[in-house]
């Protein structure tokens, strides 16, 4: 019975979580980098960046990030959503401990993916908008990057210290 009170209160924490990175997205995706377009035209509340002409020339970096930035939104998005998904059936009354701990492994990674995801999309939304300055581009997706792989490092490291030895932590 303790064990499946534990995996409930780390299920709800993680949904939590989830939650954060699914809202996050969310308002990214609604909040689109460059604003809209603003004018009386016919264009009128649409996407700045996506208004960007495509000439294939190079000077259209801003279109290209910000069409990347849609793409590593959404995925981020679904992939929590999933997460989600998949930590509330983990919530549910589950008598095998091992199902509970496929479940918590499944969404782990989901979420893993979906901040992967966000940070790309965060990326290419900076990158969208920063396009003219390419030393402030390329200075701000060194340190994030850098910063993304360092959690990544770090994280199966934390999971062994933290986790409690009677719980079967799906990232050990």
Not at 8 to 17: K, P, R
Not at 40 to 53: K, T
Not at 79 to 98: G, H, N
Not at 137 to 164: C, E, G, H, N, Q
């Amino acid at each position: 019975m303790k064990k499946t009170m534990k995996s409930h209160m780390i299920v709800a924490t993680l949904i939590a979580t989830v939650t954060l990175i699914a809202t996050v997205t969310f308002t990214a995706g609604i909040t689109l980098p460059g604003g809209y377009v603003q004018s009386g035209s016919n264009n009128q509340g649409r996407a700045v960046l996506w208004m960007l002409p495509k000439n294939g020339t190079g000077d259209d970096a801003g279109r290209a990030n910000f069409e990347s930035f849609v793409i590593a939104d959404s995925i981020a998005m679904l992939l929590s959503m999933s997460a989600i998904v998949i930590y509330f059936i983990a919530s549910f009354p589950i008598k095998d401990m091992k199902t509970v701990g496929t479940y918590l492994l499944l969404g782990n990674l989901l979420t893993l993916f979906a901040m992967l995801a966000m940070v790309f999309a965060f990326l290419d939304g900076l990158l969208a908008v920063l396009s003219p300055s390419s030393f402030l581009s390329w200075i701000t997706m060194f340190t994030l990057l850098a910063s993304f792989l360092i959690f990544l490092t770090l994280t199966p490291v934390s999971m062994r210290i933290l986790s409690p030895k009677d719980m079967p932590c799906p990232l050990i």
